[in-house]
């Protein structure tokens, strides 16, 4: 099916036209390079204002008709006028004649650079004596006769040039197209490859849909593998290259392998003649690069299409006469991929120097190639960090085929050691089988060869499986041993972190980071560096330091922010995980969808953090229906190394619950978390459980437990402010925690501790008071995002008591008096008599009506319900 393509992003240019054809306007010149919209602009343009009240002329300029005088205009006029014998003066003046006597006309003049002579002096004439408004098109870059130039040289036409849509106006587009969000790196790939051109990002589109390489996952259209350009997208490119002599030809087939190179080694391996020519020709690019001229393609789009017809042995060749050029350590991993892909022969010690490289960039995909080459004589350090990059892709079957033969024929303690240390890794956190990752690491202590990495890995575990009492006993010492490498350091850091986080010890949380690698200046190398973030984040958000959190997010972000595989993925996942801590609810659920959509497909074990927090986020925003699978799956599926971040999925499921009319079963889920954390030893979860019980209902024993735990964090201490207000319901002292969740950053509690308020004041006859609360908690709301049952009720005030107000908002949903009084533990004579009393206040006597009266009010509220009697 064809899709629409709207015009984008052209807004400013639209209203420049519209100003342009007024009367008495003389037109407008509109220039750009090749495929960036200026005919789809124009005739857009034409449509709207002032110009739908004229008779459009258009003449189009062209190789073919510039060889005829006034070619232009063949066929426009109703009667060919012809040169001969009169003259050309008397040609062009009949043409105007013909062209304005109708009145009142637009003439639009498309390519006017390749307008014959005597047409180039019609539209001069006609512009300069004010005959009609003009509007003539003109590529950028092309040489045009004379009186087209002098147009907007001599001021007779202003000139508008038109750029390439920026990155903002081509994912609008995108999705526009598409019909549904598209994934920003999906998005950026396609803007920075067809560098904004609305053609050719039409045609890419077409192709790589057809070809079902763009396609929608958990409803975000991305783009998973590389272009194969269509025939039609060729064609036009390969008319806009040209013909191309041998020399030039080489020149621009070396940068279409190998892209950037110096001009220096370029010139040398062609010619300064052929580097000149294809400069000339618009075909590359100079750009000085600290000191240094480096040439690129004119067009990102022109490497794709001399790549598809190069001959292979034709590649080989000229990528391997580069390599020999580049020289390390700052062209690495370039000469490394280059050698790989040529007909030189293999270099594996380069190889393994570049795949480490690749991998202290998270580059895992380049990682493992280069790993697998570098493993081709055997070499053990090369076949580790291939199994890490398989195992961190989450390959982990070939990862662990690969470790058992090492393991197996290990000559060395150390080497078995590390074999059995990797394999207990791969098996634990990417297959999860943890079973089998004890008895890989019982088989590396035995072996006897990496005692310290054994330790550092036997605490990771220990954290994962949620015995944080081991990892808090051994943190001095892991935190103090000599470490021999980041893996190891690593690993000790992130169990370290995770026991700190939930048991709220500030010195050991920031005693880790420096460990891991994790400082305001540096983030870790490797890839478990990212659970390391996500401990760290999640300790400083229990902690109330929200500030620290985003932070970490930043860092790992931007430095993952640009890569294949699943780090930029894994980077989104933290970034969103500091937003919803902030409470910023709509960037959470930005940077989650995609990660989610990208991590879903997978077996990628960081995923279970991904449905966790993009289920908070959707039902703190009040999205039931999105949230209620991702919640589902919370308990249908279950990864062993996540056990410690239990009290999270319970939260999710609290939030899930009110997002669903539920806020009675939220605030039981979020006493269980309580109830949890304390068994688990994680009072700073625990904390955080009992601020969301007191957030979603009054809860009698919070007040008592949260004395107990004040001193342990500034959350704890906001939390306790907020409970005995609510117990004592005291308006004033809710306001006052609002303030203070707010000077924490903690927007969703600050609004819903305002809402509490609100409620409050207006129940106890306080009209002014209840505005004023009830302003402060829309202004959060808008800041967050968020929509909780405590925001509702206070932005549609009803006369329902909450548990009205709850079994009310149940019943609209469709639920039978039966299935109310299983959800809320209550007795159906009591779910009847409630519905009774709220029918009767509200003035409503069957559930569709009750669903309408709540709709704006009930989150997760979002279909009528059936129609039935109260």
Request: with cysteine; aromatic share 4%.
């Amino acid at each position: 099916m064809e899709r629409p393509w709207s015009l984008t992003g052209r807004d400013d240019e639209l209203q420049t036209i519209a100003v342009a054809l007024r009367p008495g306007a003389a037109g407008v010149h509109v220039a750009g390079p090749p495929g960036v919209g200026k005919t789809r602009l124009v005739r857009e343009a034409l449509t709207r204002g002032p110009a739908r009240q004229r008779r459009v002329i258009w003449a189009h300029g062209s190789t073919a008709a510039r060889q005829y005088p006034l070619g232009a205009f063949a066929g426009v006029v109703t009667e060919r006028v012809s040169v001969e014998p009169q003259g050309p003066a008397h040609a062009v003046a009949d043409t105007i004649q013909r062209l304005v006597e109708p009145g009142p006309v637009v003439l639009v003049v498309d390519d006017a650079h390749l307008l014959d002579e005597l047409s180039a002096i019609v539209v001069h004439r006609v512009v300069v004596q004010r005959l009609a408004p003009v509007i003539a098109t003109v590529r950028t870059g092309e040489p045009a006769p004379d009186p087209v130039t002098a147009l907007w040289k001599d001021d007779h036409l202003p000139r508008m040039d038109l750029g390439p849509l920026d990155l903002g106006a081509t994912t609008t587009l995108l999705a526009r197209v598409l019909g549904g969000p598209v994934e920003s790196v999906s998005a950026r790939r396609l803007w920075a490859l067809t560098e904004g051109s609305p053609l050719y990002l039409r045609h890419l589109v077409a192709g790589e849909l057809d070809a079902g390489r763009l396609a929608p996952s958990a409803g975000i259209w991305r783009w998973t593998d590389q272009p194969t350009i269509s025939a039609g997208l060729a064609a036009l490119l390969e008319h806009q290259i040209g013909a191309l002599p041998l020399a030039v030809r080489d020149v621009v087939d070396i940068l279409a392998l190998a892209e950037p190179v110096a001009a220096p080694a370029l010139t040398r391996l062609t010619a300064a003649d052929a580097v000149e020519g294809a400069e000339s020709r618009g075909l590359i690019r100079a750009d000085a690069v600290r000191g240094t001229l480096v040439l690129r393609l004119a067009h990102p789009l022109y490497g794709e299409v001399r790549r598809a017809v190069m001959g292979r042995l034709r590649a080989r060749r000229l990528r391997g006469q580069v390599a020999v050029t580049l020289v390390e350590p700052a062209d690495l991993i370039p000469r490394a991929v280059l050698v790989l892909d040529s007909d030189l022969d293999p270099d594996p010690p380069l190889f393994l120097r570049a795949a480490e490289a690749a991998l202290r960039l998270h580059d895992l995909p380049l990682a493992e190639r280069l790993a697998r080459a570098a493993a081709t004589t055997g070499d053990r350090a090369a076949l580790l960090l291939q199994a890490s990059a398989l195992s961190w892709l989450s390959r982990g079957e070939e990862a662990e085929a690969i470790l058992r033969v090492l393991a197996d024929g290990a000559p060395d303690p150390a080497t078995r050691s590390m074999a059995h240390l990797y394999r207990a890794g791969n098996l634990f956190f990417t297959l999860a089988r943890p079973g089998d990752a004890r008895a890989a690491l019982a088989a590396a202590h035995h072996a006897g060869g990496a005692p310290v990495h054994a330790a550092a890995m036997s605490a990771a575990l220990s954290v994962g499986l949620d015995d944080v009492r081991e990892v808090l006993d051994q943190a001095s010492t892991l935190l103090d041993a000599d470490h021999p490498d980041e893996l190891s350091r690593l690993l000790a850091a992130s169990a370290v972190s995770g026991a700190a986080a939930v048991t709220g010890r500030a010195d050991l949380l920031a005693g880790a980071a420096a460990l891991g690698g994790l400082t305001s200046d540096h983030v870790p190398t490797a890839i478990p560096g990212f659970g390391l973030a996500d401990f760290q984040i999640l300790g400083h958000r229990l902690a109330g330091d929200l500030g620290a959190a985003d932070e970490v997010a930043r860092h790992m972000q931007v430095a993952s922010a640009d890569l294949p595989g699943p780090a930029r993925l894994m980077g989104q996942v933290l970034a969103g995980h500091a937003a919803l801590a902030r409470g910023h609810v709509r960037e959470a659920l930005e940077q989650l969808r995609e990660a989610w959509a990208g991590l879903a497909p997978t077996g990628h074990e960081f995923r279970y953090r991904a449905r966790t927090l993009l289920a908070t986020a959707l039902s703190l925003s009040g999205r039931a229906q999105e949230a209620r699978p991702l919640l589902d799956g919370l308990t249908a599926d279950q990864h062993p190394a996540y056990q410690l971040y239990a009290p999270d999925d319970l939260l999710a499921r609290a939030w899930g619950a009110a997002a669903d009319g539920a806020p009675t079963e939220g605030a039981r889920l979020a006493a269980a978390t309580a109830h949890l954390a304390r068994r688990q030893q994680s009072p700073a979860y625990e904390v955080l459980a009992w601020q969301t019980w007191v957030q979603l209902a009054p809860a009698p024993q919070a007040p008592a437990r949260l004395a107990e735990l004040a001193a342990s964090s500034r959350r704890a201490e906001c939390a306790l402010t907020h409970a005995r207000a609510l117990e004592e319901r005291d308006a004033d002292g809710l306001l006052a925690a609002s303030g203070a969740w707010a000077r924490l950053g903690d927007l969703i509690a600050a609004g819903d501790a305002a809402a509490q308020a609100a409620t409050l004041h207006r129940r106890a006859g306080r009209p002014g008071a209840a505005l004023t609360a009830a302003a402060e908690a829309r202004r959060l709301a808008q800041r967050s995002g968020a929509h909780t049952p405590a925001l509702a009720a206070a932005a549609r005030p009803l006369p329902l008591t909450a548990r009205e107000r709850e079994i009310a908002t149940l019943a609209a949903h469709g639920l039978s008096n039966r299935a109310i009084a299983t959800r809320l533990t209550v007795s159906v004579r009591t779910v009847e008599g409630h519905l009774y009393r709220a029918g009767h206040k509200l003035g409503v006597s069957d559930r569709s009506q009750l669903g309408r009266v709540l709709a704006s009010g009930a989150p997760g509220l979002e279909a009528p319900a059936r129609h039935s009697p109260i």
